[in-house]
């Protein structure tokens, strides 16, 4: 059990370039969620997907982000027309099943100059 | 949409101090779980309470579950400079699956 892996751990990009991000859960877990976390504030849900079905997007979250989760296994969250807003860590984290502890990643911290 | 309010933002003690951080809803939870987030770090899981008035132990840190269901609270006896960091409370959202967060205490401990 290697953990939840996230890469990059830190990406800076200008505004308006695309971005995307990866994480790989723990092997076995079949719930993935992707949150966002601003200084001093706790996380704030995105998405979550139950193996490849996305099951929950935020209402907060715009259109230009999505995510992806193909085969169950990795997950990716790209953010389109990057804006200063969006910089933060987005943090992964998997679970085994419904109700259960989430394990997070180390998460990517986002710097939109 | 339901949301859980924590107590205090900031906390900062004395080593050796005890340290206590509330959350709180206006509905019912199923079920609260609380994390731990070093500086620097990301949140990790520390227990998850699931029945009215129940309390779990973890060495110096004890967790409540309201009889109601609609507050929580741990307690850390005697800080220790090890215990710096934000503590997050987090349920689920009644019938949704999603955790959501509270915004967390952040507790320093001078030495």
Known sequence: DTGVSQNPRHKITKRGQNVTFRCDPISEHNRLYWYRQTLGQGPEFLTYFQNEAQLEKSRLLSDRFSAERPKGSFST????????????????????????????????????? | ????????????????????????????????????????GHPVFLIQLVKSGEVKKQKRLTFQF????????????????????TYFCASDQGGSEKLVFGKGTKLTVNP
């Not at chain 1, 389109?80 to 989430?102: F, P, V």
């Not at chain 2, 949409?1 to 101090?17: A, D």
């Open chain 2, 1 to 40: 949409g339901q949301q859980v309010m924590q107590i205090p933002q900031y906390q900062h003690v004395q080593e050796g101090e005890d340290f206590t951080t509330y959350c709180n809803s206006s509905t019912t939870l199923s079920n609260i779980q609380w994390y731990k987030q070093r500086p620097g």
């Open chain 1, 77 to 113: 969250l790209e953010i389109q027309r990057t804006e200063q807003g969006d910089s933060a860590m987005y943090l992964c984290a998997s679970s085994l099943q419904i109700n259960e502890k989430l394990f997070f990643g180390s998460g990517t911290q986002l710097s939109v100059l």
């Open chain 2, 66 to 85: 309201g009889e109601a269901k609609k507050n929580s609270s741990l307690h850390i006896t005697a800080t220790q400079t090890t215990d710096v960091g």
